[in-house]
């Protein structure tokens, strides 16, 4: 087993055809089937089902696949940061950030520090939390920002700003004008949540049941942008970071309910591989991070 055959396998893989394979590496048919029976014989297994249309892995080959994603992506990060040592205009950062740090904060840090280092070319990668960590300990990701806590001693995870979570409502809501409403008031609330896998909806479900709720949601919805504008229809009301609502809150199409006696935030979190080296653009990009966030109006940083 080599390198060049983990990666026609994995080519293989991806388009689920030998002659597409074949196309993206700009080899021919027959030699890429002859390195995909070269790699079968020396492991001993057959990797995919080619009785199947389109072509299916067979167990064995869904095993080497993980394997060989780690050991190509740890190839690829290698090469860059060689290239990056050789080259440092050749610096390339793949950041990674779950939905409040990829959508609502860390665009403008990017833009940020874009300015600030243009010859980095960078690469957004936005998912749910435990997906982006899983992404970063398999090389595919460099650094990520992401809500926390992560615990996972896989990683390194810094926490760098703070987040709350905060209650919204429509304007129209009836406890719109006095701003506020008691745990009793909001136990009866349409509560719309987002995804079960949502970190947010997590920490939400946790500080209520330790408050004494036990909330059923009315509504579930994928994503923050789909449980906002099911709240600015009136719907319901939900629980959503800040950082997600400022444009909404300032355009009078939201707004912030307190909740007596409740107060919800959490860390947001710089993550990265703990046996990971960091290029001198990922290093650079991990202090610019700290000091945006620790200086920027509006962010409040930790202490």
């Known amino acids: 087993m080599n390198l060049h055959q983990l990666r026609v396998f994995y080519a293989v893989t991806q388009h689920r055809s030998f002659s597409a394979a074949a196309r993206a590496l700009f080899m021919s048919q027959p030699a890429v089937s002859q390195q995909v029976r070269a790699l079968e014989a020396s492991?001993?297994?057959?990797?995919?089902?080619r009785s199947a249309t389109p072509l299916a892995l067979t167990e064995a080959g869904r095993a080497l696949l993980a394997s060989a994603t780690a050991i190509l992506h740890a190839e690829d990060e290698a090469r860059r940061a060689i290239a990056e040592i050789r080259d440092a205009s050749k610096a390339k950062l793949i950041v990674g950030a779950n939905t409040t740090g990829g959508m609502y904060l860390l665009p403008r840090i990017l833009r940020a520090f874009r300015a600030a280092q243009p010859s980095v070319e960078l690469v957004l990668d936005i998912d749910a939390t435990d997906a982006i960590c899983e992404r970063i300990h398999a090389a595919l990701i460099d650094l990520a920002?992401?809500?926390?806590?992560?615990?996972?001693?896989?990683?390194?995870?810094?926490?760098?700003?703070t987040d709350e979570v905060v209650l919204i409502a429509s304007p129209d809501h009836p406890r719109a004008a006095a701003g506020s409403l008691t745990l009793t008031e909001l136990a009866r609330e349409r509560l719309i949540v987002p995804e079960p896998r949502s970190r947010t909806r997590q920490a939400v479900e946790r500080v209520l049941r330790q408050a004494g709720l036990r909330p059923q949601p009315a509504m579930e919805l994928v994503g923050t942008e789909a449980v906002k504008k099911a709240v600015e229809a009136n719907l319901g009301v939900a629980f959503v970071s800040a950082y997600a609502i400022e444009h909404e809150v300032r355009g009078g199409v939201l707004c912030r309910l307190a909740v007596e006696g409740l107060r919800l935030q959490r860390p947001l979190e710089l993550v990265h591989r703990s046996t990971k080296y960091l290029t001198p653009a990922a290093r650079r990009f991990r202090q610019f991070v700290r000091a945006y966030l620790a200086e920027s109006a509006g962010v409040a940083p930790l202490t």
């Open 43 to 49: 492991l001993g297994v057959l990797l995919f089902d």
């Open 145 to 161: 920002l992401v809500g926390g806590p992560v615990d996972d001693r896989r990683l390194n995870a810094e926490p760098v700003v």
